[in-house]
């Protein structure tokens, strides 16, 4: 500014016109001055509107990853549908989207017992009912006869997905009875979600309400609250007496049918391993007889040898032994008579 205003008074000018041209520069000068402000000021507006899009940008990714963490994570721990595992212990398996089970309920104290030996969460449906059979087996909650009724309900009211279930159960089932080298008789069926409500109420599991609501309604003098503590098997053997008494025609229906299948495996493995205790009864009776016989003679023969007094002595002893033997065999007879009678009464009350 300096130098401008030594070139003004270097012009030969009127002092009006020189104060004119004064003012006009510095108009100019200031007016650059705004624009060149004004351009710093967008520039700086740019790049910070720039600099929020990209944090906006960035949380809002952040965001969606989020939402689909979560998502994801509803998507593979929240059961879909359901598989209720009973013997007498109850067990209960919730399933989700992928067929891997994510809950576990236990409906009993034989159903705690399982569930505290193994942890299935996370694992395939198939597998987590081998292995809840094999602990039953392990626990003893298995017949040595082949008698006890595995029942394994698949819950869904997508009729498709219920029989999926079904199959991948058995599967899991008939694996772990053939790797156990036990037979038991499988009890597979289907029910409807619904169904979980009224069972959850009673305090039983879904599948083995079923059954009980079945027996119910063969024979209305039977509440829930009498059967919520048997065992599949007698529930089983207890329906088909009713429908065997009442009307064969009830076996007409599908669900009664495969109580009936499964009521005849129960009393066919019964009967066959009553014939087998009778067989093996028998041969420890002749095998004892034939003990029993060998002494006698091994007995005669140091008889010889010995005196009179002792032969005596020894013949005592004998006959001693023998009404030891007759009378062990009278309380065995007994004992078994009153068994039979036992059984017999037992059966009239059913």
Known sequence: MDDFKKYLDKITAEPELKEKSKT????????????KADANTKTTYVRGNWAMKKIITGVAALAACAVLAVGGYAYCSTPVNYVSFDINPSVELGINALNKVVSVEAYNEGGS????????????LGKAVNLLVKEAVDQGYMAEDGSTVISVTAESDSEEDAADLQEESEEGVDEALLTKNIQAIVYANCSNLELRTEAKELGISPGKYKLIAILCELDPSISPEDCRDMKITDIIVKANEIISENDSDLTEDDALQLIVDAAVKVMDAKNNGNKEEKINRGQNSNQNTDEDELNENEQESDDQE??????????QEKLEQQQEREQEKLEQQQEREQKKLEQQQEHKQD
Do not use: F, H, N, T
């Not at 017992?113 to 395939?124: F, K």
């Open 113 to 124: 017992a399982l569930i505290e030996e193994i942890d299935v969460i996370g694992m395939p």
């Open 24 to 35: 006009y520069v510095q108009a100019a000068l200031a007016s650059q001055s705004a624009l």
């Open 306 to 315: 010995l005196s009179e007094e002792q032969q005596q002595e020894r013949e």
